[in-house]
């Protein structure tokens, strides 16, 4: 093999090792957006737990009367479920 030929191979693989490392870089780069992005919306939804839970609990002692009263107490309760809230 003449010296300009392992020139040509040694710069392809560094060409493709260069790649692969970016490739991987990326990977890791949008695994950890996800991974904030999902702790972020945890804490947002937390923030909002207490008033869901007050709302519920009061509607749980003192059930609504009205169609649309009962419609927004079950809403509560499914987002207070969805939240993970105590």
Known sequence: M?????LLRRRLRRSWQA???SFVCAFLA???AM????K?????????CGIVSTMDDAY???PPQTP???KLAADIAQLRGQFGCP
Do not use: C, F, H, M
């Not at 003449?2 to 392992?6: H, L, N, Q």
């Open 30 to 32: 949008a695994g950890a």
């Open 19 to 21: 790649l692969a490392v």
């Open 2 to 6: 003449t010296e300009p030929e392992r």
């Open 60 to 62: 749980r002692q003192t």
């Open 35 to 38: 991974i904030y992005a999902n």
């Open 40 to 48: 972020v919306a945890r804490d947002s939804e937390r923030k909002w």
């Open 68 to 70: 649309a009263g009962r």
